[in-house]
């Protein structure tokens, strides 16, 4: 099976200047996620669950990076656009499995910070260490077990070409290679998306409701900006993770948008968060910049000394 980019719709030739670029960002996605699970595992004021659950999204976005971005950076260096049958499918299952967890911690993230906000001086009582647990591992097992199906059902399909007009083996380029009627698979599909997007996004969105609700009935302004401001880093990659994934959605069911476009807007959408979700906490949450600050003192102290 060929994946990448067919010839009518980009990398046609080696591409320097595109490597560099994906060698780049995907430096600042192992190193900026690296430094958060270093901070986070090492310091003992990092142990809250909030810092528990940004381990595994830091985690997460590496495995999503290291999944894809290598084979681009081979493609745009030596024009290796092949890949094994068994290698895209297993690639597919990585991507959309880890975006299921992704999908899932955002959503458990979003119910930390409503119990912080709506319930704080009973916060530490419901979400224990336990909970914590529960909930991660909840997470995990939906994002691992749900792509399974679809993948299944893919990997059985009969194809007629291959040579995926995308920049990676995703679900929708794959399928559209089949010969035979894929309308079963795209109902699974559309069943695992409700369970895996839909779901944890119409949660996250009664949280940020019952927040803002109970946000407004503090007297003061300064209280209401505190209260905002401990939800503002999740927030923040809540909205980037899921309008990054609209846009994407919107542009492969546009007929008028070209497929350089579309593979354009998703090579932006697949690294905006991993880059994005380490910047976005190292400067709203003062403890990581603490932590930070901490750090990079040591390492000057002992450089000197």
């Known amino acids: 099976m060929v994946a990448g980019i067919s010839n009518h719709c980009g990398l046609k030739n080696v591409y320097l200047e595109l490597a560099i670029f994906l060698l780049v960002v995907y430096?600042?996605?192992?190193?900026?996620?690296?430094?958060?699970?270093?901070?986070?595992?090492?310091?003992?004021?990092?142990?809250?669950?909030?810092?528990?659950?940004?381990?595994?999204?830091?985690l997460i976005d590496i495995v999503i990076s290291t999944s894809v971005l290598p084979k681009m950076i081979a493609v745009s260096l030596w024009n290796d656009?092949?890949?094994?049958?068994?290698?895209?499918?297993?690639?597919?299952?990585?991507?959309?499995?880890?975006?299921?967890?992704?999908?899932?911690?955002?959503?458990?993230?979003?119910?930390?910070?409503?119990?912080?906000?709506?319930?704080?001086?009973?916060?530490?009582?419901?979400?224990t260490k336990r909970l914590c647990g529960l909930l991660t591992t909840a997470a995990w097992a939906s994002g691992l077990s749900l792509p399974v199906f679809c993948v299944i059902f893919a990997a059985q399909l009969p194809f007629c070409s291959n040579k995926i007009n995308f920049w990676f083996c995703d679900l929708p380029p794959v399928v559209s290679l089949s010969c035979s009627d894929t309308t079963f698979l795209i109902d699974v599909a559309f069943v695992c998306a409700l369970i895996a997007i839909y779901f944890p996004f119409t949660l996250i969105i009664?949280?940020?409701?019952?927040?803002?609700?109970?946000?407004?009935?503090?007297?003061?302004?300064?209280?209401?900006?505190?209260?905002?401001?401990?939800?503002?880093?999740?927030?923040?990659?809540?909205?980037?993770?899921?309008?990054?994934?609209?846009?994407?959605?919107?542009?492969?069911?546009?007929?008028?948008?070209?497929c350089n476009?579309?593979?354009?807007?998703?090579?932006?959408?697949?690294?905006?968060?991993?880059?994005?979700?380490?910047?976005?906490?190292?400067?709203?949450?003062k403890e990581i910049k603490a932590a930070l600050g901490q750090i990079s003192f040591k390492f000057r102290f002992s450089s000197r000394a």
């Open 261 to 285: 476009v579309i593979i354009l807007i998703s090579i932006v959408n697949f690294f905006l968060t991993p880059v994005m979700n380490p910047i976005i906490y190292s400067f709203r949450k």
């Open 81 to 127: 656009v092949t890949i094994s049958y068994s290698a895209c499918f297993l690639q597919l299952y990585v991507y959309l499995s880890f975006q299921t967890i992704e999908s899932m911690l955002l959503c458990v993230m979003a119910y930390d910070r409503y119990v912080a906000i709506c319930n704080p001086l009973r916060y530490s009582s419901i979400i």
């Open 27 to 58: 430096l600042m996605i192992l190193i900026g996620n690296l430094i958060i699970l270093t901070l986070v595992a090492t310091d003992p004021k990092l142990q809250s669950a909030m810092y528990i659950f940004l381990i595994h999204l830091s």
């Open 206 to 258: 009664w949280s940020y409701f019952r927040i803002i609700v109970a946000v407004c009935k503090i007297a003061s302004s300064e209280g209401r900006m505190k209260a905002f401001s401990t939800c503002s880093a999740h927030l923040t990659v809540v909205l980037t993770f899921y309008l990054a994934h609209s846009c994407v959605y919107i542009s492969t069911k546009s007929e008028n948008v070209h």
